[in-house]
């Protein structure tokens, strides 16, 4: 079965081809990153506009590439949930057509599925069941995988989700949006002992997290060590060490997270997905951690860990093989992962 994925949730296209036997065919991705840049942040207008001009031109390359007609296509299915309201109609709206026009189901795709079952796209691909940790920009999650649409919810954020303390951290330090991959980049000229950061909620019993406090407490360093007590003025040795130790402390709570949740849930495997996966120094944190309780942690390729359409394709797959269609015209900007679960 050849399943044709559109993902519009937010600020990036992404359209991808892919087969139930053979794999990912082909995928092209357009990032809005200099589109939005000048403004700090995703102006939503300005994302649903670029996505209209966007997916149907992708949608040309991706079967070009594949060498697959469209009539060859067996399914189509689209990002219904959760994101931008406005975003999310361009791909409900183009996946719709197509699905009407050439008689094929369509499916609407959890986000978030999209992004656990990410991994599943590698050739070292993990098997259920495992846990999950779901680091982007808007969520910061821990979920026990059984199958599926099998997901139990085991922790979250309290406030800002990484990925959201990385981008606030940034702006804060003068540095270009995205905030993560600058942190990280920052990062790698500091010292992450030379300034002392909380690590919140890491001694906590349950698998709850919260970083405002720590954006906060960047905030106030920051203003310690700047000339007038404006950010801006840092110097830039004091700005990587401080981009260092932001990063540090977010590994560590995220690390010590994870061993805890292996632990309640018994699993050992861990599957990381989602933006802030990328992070290299997150990565090699987690490795060496579960090497030492006999775990293994798992990844998707850095560029499968943004939004994109080839995690849309194959969990679209993954739903249709288990008879979960819609053919309805519809998006879902809130949308618990939990509420996904398999009938």
Not at 307 to 334: C, E, W
Request: hydrophobic content about 50%; charged content about 20%; overall charge negative.
């Amino acid at each position: 079965m050849r399943v044709l994925g559109i993902e519009t949730s937010c600020d990036e296209t992404g359209v991808a081809l892919y087969d139930t036997e053979r794999g990912l065919l082909a995928d092209a991705l357009h990032s809005q990153v200099a589109l939005h840049e000048a403004y700090g942040g995703v102006v939503p207008e300005l994302a649903s506009r670029d996505h209209v001009r966007r997916v149907l031109p992708l949608i040309r390359d991706v079967l070009d590439r594949a060498d697959v007609a469209l009539n060859d296509v067996d399914a189509i299915a689209y990002t219904k949930g959760p994101g931008l309201a406005g975003a999310l109609l361009v791909g409900a709206g183009v996946a719709s057509a197509l699905g009407f026009a050439l008689g094929k189901p369509v499916v609407g795709v959890h986000h978030l599925e999209g992004h656990l079952l990410s991994p599943l796209l590698a050739d070292a691909a993990p098997a259920f069941p495992f846990v999950a940790l779901l680091v982007s920009g808007g969520h910061t999650q821990w979920y026990d995988v059984r199958a599926v649409g099998d997901y139990v919810l085991l922790g979250d954020t309290q406030d800002d989700a990484a990925g959201e303390a990385f981008d606030k951290t940034a702006k804060l330090l003068g540095l270009p949006y995205p905030g993560g991959p600058a942190i990280a980049a920052l990062a790698e000229g500091g010292d992450a002992d030379a300034i002392a950061l909380p690590r919140p909620m890491i001694d906590s019993p349950d698998l709850d997290m919260s970083f405002s406090g720590l954006k906060t407490a960047v905030l106030l360093r920051a203003r310690e060590a700047a000339s007038g007590g404006d950010p801006a003025l840092l110097p830039d040795a004091v700005k990587a060490d401080l981009a260092a130790a932001f990063q540090a402390a977010v590994v560590d709570v995220l690390v010590a997270k994870a061993l805890r949740a292996l632990d309640v849930s018994g699993r050992s495997s861990l599957v990381v997905a989602g933006g802030v996966g990328a992070n290299r120094r997150l990565r090699a944190a987690l490795v060496d951690a579960l090497a030492l309780r006999n775990a293994r942690a798992f990844f998707p390729d850095p560029r499968y860990c943004t939004d994109n359409g080839a995690m849309i394709a194959m969990a679209g797959a993954q739903r249709l093989r288990h008879a979960r269609r819609d053919y309805a015209f519809s998006v879902a900007p809130r949308w618990p992962l939990t509420e996904t679960q398999q009938k």
